[in-house]
Nanobody
Framework: QVQLVESGGGAVQPGGSLRLSCAAS????????IGWHRQAPGKGREEISC?????????AYADSIKGRFTVSRDNAKNTVYLQMNSLQPEDAAVYFC???????????????????WGQGTQVTVSS
């Protein structure tokens, strides 16, 4: 079964950190550019980062999280991570990973699993 599964969300205080994971099954994540997106209540979806396929080797970030969040991948685990530091209340949202991103204008990868999305993981930031 082809799927992406996010995990690692939770509740933290302002200034805290979380690491989100995006695990793939049924296909090779390293072949794809992977985007992290988020959606806060009442707001539209925001793309916040993109990591290119392993062959292309790049990362890109939205200005809203640049310098605080870092995206990486572990090909042996077929997983992409989003390390989130210095979290603020405005970072609270449902976070999604997907084989879709615009940031960085990277090669998206094979069409067959392009635009596959996970179910999301909730991040809450409050004191």
């Amino acid at each position: 079964q082809v799927q992406l599964v996010e995990s690692g969300g939770g509740a933290v205080q302002p200034g805290g950190s979380l690491r989100l994971s995006c695990a793939a099954s049924g296909f090779t994540l390293a072949d794809y550019a992977i985007g992290w997106h988020r959606q806060a209540p009442g707001k539209g979806r925001e793309e916040i980062s993109c990591i290119s396929s392993s062959d292309e080797g790049g990362t890109a970030y939205a200005d809203s999280i640049k310098g605080r969040f870092t995206v990486s991948r572990d090909n042996a685990k077929n997983t992409v991570y989003l390390q989130m530091n210095s979290l603020q209340p405005e970072d609270a949202a449902v976070y999604f990973c997907a084989t879709y991103c615009d940031l960085g204008d990277y090669d998206p990868g094979p069409y067959i699993y392009f635009d596959t999305w996970g179910q999301g993981t909730q991040v809450t930031v409050s004191s």
